[in-house]
């Protein structure tokens, strides 16, 4: 079972990045997925989940607005679209599934894939 996250890199204040995290080893189709995101000497926080279906999305106030979650079941993929990126979304990004057909930041996610690296310069 494993979550791969993708996309991260260096982008200017202002611009835009998509992240995507592809699911191999079982398909999470019916399990709701999320992105957290870890800064430097930080703790690691929410950013955004969705259900299984895809109709239930939930943000942390930081991003709403900025960043949309979405999901493709049939490609087994997750994406965060990054808008309007400032230096305070600079963090390593993490995406996870959690068997429940929705679920918060506050929920436990079970399954955790390696983080994506984004970096964002002012």
């Known amino acids: 079972v494993q979550l791969q996250a993708s996309g991260g890199g260096l982008v200017q204040a202002g611009g835009s990045l998509r992240l995507s995290c592809a699911a191999s080893?079982?398909?999470?189709?019916?399990?709701?997925k999320g992105w957290f995101r870890q800064a430097p000497g930080q703790e690691r926080e929410f950013v955004a989940s969705i259900s299984w279906s895809g109709a239930n999305t939930y943000y942390a106030n930081s991003v709403r607005g900025r960043f949309t979650i979405s999901r493709d079941n049939a490609k087994n993929t997750m994406y965060l679209q990054m808008n309007s990126l400032n230096a305070e979304d600079t963090a390593v990004y993490y995406c996870?599934?959690?068997?429940?057909?929705?679920?918060?930041?506050?929920?436990?996610?079970?399954?955790w894939g390696q983080g994506t690296k984004v970096t964002v310069s002012s």
């Open positions: 080893g079982r398909t999470f189709s019916t399990y709701a």
């Open positions: 996870a599934a959690d068997r429940a057909p929705i679920a918060t930041g506050s929920d436990p996610f079970e399954y």
